[in-house]
C-alpha cells in the first residue's frame, strides 16, 4: 500500500492506516491527494495547527493553500458566520443579497478598478468566467494564457498528462514568452490574455511590457490575483506595481477559507454577462459572503498581512542560514508573504519537504509558503529547526550532487516544472529580478 509514495505514510495507528485504506478505496487519488503530498488523514485545524485523526499536531506553512491567511478558524469570521448562517437561514431562493452587495462595494474600495464585481465559488470558476466574459464582450474566441488558472479544460488542455484527448484550438499558452505573445497576436485577433503574475521571477517591467504588448494588439489584459489579491498587498498585485488590467479574478483569502470567488473590473466588460449565462446556485448562499465581509474587516489595517511579511522574512532567512550551513545548493526567496524554495537538485526538494511533514511541518515541493499571521514566532523557529534536522536526512537519503549547480538553471527547472514558463524567459527575467 502507498507504494507510489516514496515516503511512506505518517500513519501510526491502525485507525489512522484504515481511515487511509478507506480513502483510497472510494474517494482519494494516490497521485493528487497522497503521492509526494501529505499522506495523511486529518481532522481538525485551528489557527495555523493541524491535527491528524491520531490527535497528532502539525505546522500549517500554507495557509490551507492560501485559502485563510488569517489562519483556520479565525474567531471574529466564526462568530459572524454562525450568527448570520442562524438569522438569515444560510441560503435564499434568488441570488441578490444585501451581503452580495455590499462585498462588491468593498471589493471596490480596495482594487479601485473593480467598478462592478460577480461571483463564483472557486478560483477555477472565476478564471473559466473571465475568459467567457471576454470572448463574450469582444466577440473574439481566441485567449492566450500564461501560469496556473485551475483545473478546467480551456487552461488544461495543452498539459501532457491531463487525460484530455482533443486540442481546443481557443486559447494557446504563451509560457510567459513575450516574443511568443507578439508574434501570436500578430498572426490573429486575440480576446484577451489571461495571466498569472510569477511574482517571485518575474519583476514589476515584466509585467508592464506584458500589459503594453497585450493591450496594443486591442486584446482584454486578465490579470489572475487568485493567489495575489488579498496576499501580495492590499490591493493586490496590480495595484502595487500600478497595472491596469481589465479584469482581474480573486478567490483565495476573500472569505478566510470559505469557497468564494469573484471576477472584478471594467464595467463594460463585466457587463458582457449579459449576452452570455453564468448563473450558478451557490451565489445565493449567505456564508461564504458573510465570512467576507469580516474577514476583509481582519484584513483591513494591515497587521495582518503586515504579521504574514515578518514570518515570511524570519522563514527567508532561516531556511537560507540552514542551507548555507549544509552547503546545498538551495534557496527561500522573493515575496516573504508567497515565497519560494528553489532546489538545484529536484529530488533533494522533495525529499527535505517529506521530511519537514514527517517532522510536522506541512509544506511540498514545489507549493509555496504562505505563512499565515496565526502563526507564532515558536512555530517559525520550530520550523527552522526541523529544516536543519530535514536537510541531514534528506542528504543521507538521496544523492545530492546535480548536473547543474548553477542558480540560474535551477531556477528554469523549477519554473518549467511548476509554472510552464520557457527557459528562455526565466534566463533573461530572473536575472533582472536579481531572485534566487
Ligand atoms: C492563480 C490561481 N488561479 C486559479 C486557481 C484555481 O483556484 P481553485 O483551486 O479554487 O479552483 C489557483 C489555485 O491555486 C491559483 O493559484
Not at 483510497?24 to 491528524?52: C, Q, Y
Not at 489584459?221 to 490591493?235: H, K
Not at 466588460?269 to 481582519?298: C, H, W
Amino acid at each position: 500500500m502507498f507504494t507510489s509514495t516514496p515516503h511512506g505514510t505518517l500513519a501510526t495507528t491502525d485507525t489512522h492506516k484504515s481511515a487511509l485504506r478507506r480513502a483510497l478505496r472510494i474517494t482519494a487519488s494516490e497521485k493528487w491527494d497522497l503521492n509526494r503530498r501529505f499522506p495523511l488523514v486529518m481532522s481538525h485545524a485551528s489557527g495555523a495547527h493541524v491535527f491528524d485523526v491520531d490527535g497528532r499536531q502539525y505546522v500549517d506553512l500554507t495557509s490551507c493553500s492560501g485559502s485563510a491567511p488569517l489562519g483556520a478558524g479565525y474567531q471574529p469570521v466564526v462568530d459572524h458566520v454562525t450568527a448570520e448562517l442562524r438569522r438569515t437561514g444560510g441560503i435564499l431562493p434568488g441570488p441578490l443579497s444585501v451581503h452580495r452587495i455590499e462585498v462588491a462595494e468593498r471589493l471596490a474600495e480596495i482594487f479601485p478598478l473593480a467598478q462592478r464585481s460577480i461571483f463564483f465559488r472557486t478560483g477555477s470558476c472565476a478564471t473559466t468566467a473571465a475568459v467567457r466574459l471576454a470572448r463574450s464582450h469582444t466577440g473574439v474566441n481566441l485567449v492566450l494564457t500564461s501560469g496556473y488558472h485551475g483545473w478546467h479544460d480551456w487552461h488544461l488542455q495543452d498539459r501532457p498528462g491531463m487525460g484530455l484527448p482533443d486540442r481546443d484550438l481557443g486559447s494557446i499558452d504563451f509560457h510567459y514568452d513575450l516574443d511568443l505573445l507578439k508574434r501570436l497576436t500578430r498572426a490573429q485577433r486575440v480576446a484577451a490574455a489571461i495571466i498569472t503574475p510569477e511574482v517571485n521571477f518575474f519583476p514589476p517591467e515584466y509585467h508592464r511590457e506584458l500589459q503594453n504588448l497585450v493591450h496594443q494588439c486591442g486584446a482584454l489584459l486578465i490579470l489572475d490575483e487568485v493567489m495575489t489579491g488579498f496576499r501580495y498587498r492590499r490591493g493586490g498585485y496590480h495595484t502595487a506595481i500600478g497595472l491596469a488590467p481589465d479584469l482581474i479574478t480573486l478567490s483565495k483569502g476573500l472569505a478566510n477559507g470559505m469557497a468564494l470567488s469573484a471576477v472584478a473590473g471594467r464595467a463594460d466588460v463585466i457587463g458582457a454577462a449579459e449576452k452570455t449565462y453564468m448563473g450558478n446556485t451557490y451565489q445565493r448562499e449567505i456564508t461564504p459572503f458573510a465570512a467576507a465581509l469580516s474577514t476583509l474587516d481582519a484584513l483591513s489595517d494591515g497587521t495582518a498581512l503586515a504579521r504574514m511579511h515578518q514570518f515570511g522574512e524570519d522563514l527567508i532567512n532561516g531556511l537560507n542560514e540552514v542551507f548555507a550551513r549544509h552547503q546545498v545548493q538551495a534557496s527561500a526567496f522573493a515575496w516573504p508573504t508567497m515565497f519560494d524554495v528553489v532546489f538545484a537538485n529536484a529530488e533533494l526538494g522533495h525529499t527535505f519537504f517529506q521530511e519537514m511533514w514527517s517532522r510536522g511541518f506541512l509544506m511540498q515541493y514545489g507549493g509555496r509558503f504562505m505563512p499565515s499571521a496565526a502563526l507564532s514566532d515558536a512555530d517559525v523557529r520550530g520550523a527552522i529547526d526541523a529544516a536543519g534536522q530535514a536537510l541531514t536526512a534528506s542528504l543521507a537519503r538521496v544523492d545530492a550532487t546535480c548536473d547543474n549547480p548553477d542558480p540560474i538553471a535551477a531556477a528554469v527547472r523549477f519554473a518549467g516544472d511548476h509554472f510552464i514558463a520557457t527557459p528562455d524567459t526565466v534566463r533573461r527575467w530572473v536575472t533582472a529580478a536579481s531572485h534566487p
